[in-house]
């Protein structure tokens, strides 16, 4: 039941994130627009929420957003970011494409935890910390441009596999499914 939650949060959101995504090409407006927009579609799950988290939190438990259970909604969440990505005006460098959108899915996955436990009128401080980190995230993404920045971003996504539950198991997952088995 809660795998199938999770699938119809998702689809609530992509297609409610449509209108963001159909008329923004700013990378920061995209992603803040994108993640205030999950804001929305999860409000009448806000009284919930912290029970869902309790599971959700175990790494062992198939509610995890990182379980091989959670793979299906995992996936169309990134995809989300890999839209919100390749439908900008900004230039990402080739090398970092494929490992941005999953680091703007994690990010999400912050705003997530936050907003659980979020009790400001309107999930207020949620939006604001959505904004801040869009802003924070473009300017990175940005910065990518720089040669000498982009191993910058590949340490930070070899961060989060090597240290946060299941993110190894993401990674060689993803790595099984490239030609050759290489990553």
Not at 9 to 24: F, K, P, Q
Not at 34 to 44: C, E, G, Q, R, T
Not at 51 to 73: G, I, R, T, V
Not at 93 to 110: F, I, S, T, V
């Amino acid at each position: 039941l809660v795998q199938g939650f999770y699938d119809r949060i998702g689809a609530e959101h992509r297609l409610a994130a449509r209108a963001v995504l159909d008329r923004e090409t700013d990378l920061e407006a995209r992603m803040a627009g994108v993640l205030k927009v999950w804001i929305d579609v999860a409000v009448p799950y806000h009284e919930f929420a912290a029970q869902f988290f309790k599971n959700a939190a175990d790494p062992e438990s198939p509610l995890s957003p990182f379980s091989p259970e959670s793979e299906h909604a995992r996936d169309a969440a990134i995809a989300v970011h890999r839209e919100v990505l390749a439908g900008s005006k900004s230039k990402v460098p080739d090398e970092l494409a494929e490992l941005l959108p999953e680091l703007m899915w994690l990010a999400q996955m912050g705003l997530v935890l936050y907003w659980v436990f979020d009790r400001s009128e309107g999930s207020e401080r949620s939006r604001l910390l959505a904004e801040r980190g869009a802003r924070l995230t473009s300017r990175g993404i940005a910065l990518s441009r720089f040669r000498v920045l982009r191993p910058l971003v590949r340490e930070v996504h070899e961060l989060f596999a090597d240290f946060l539950p299941g993110m190894a198991e993401m990674a060689a997952t993803r790595a099984s499914r490239k030609p050759g088995g290489e990553s």
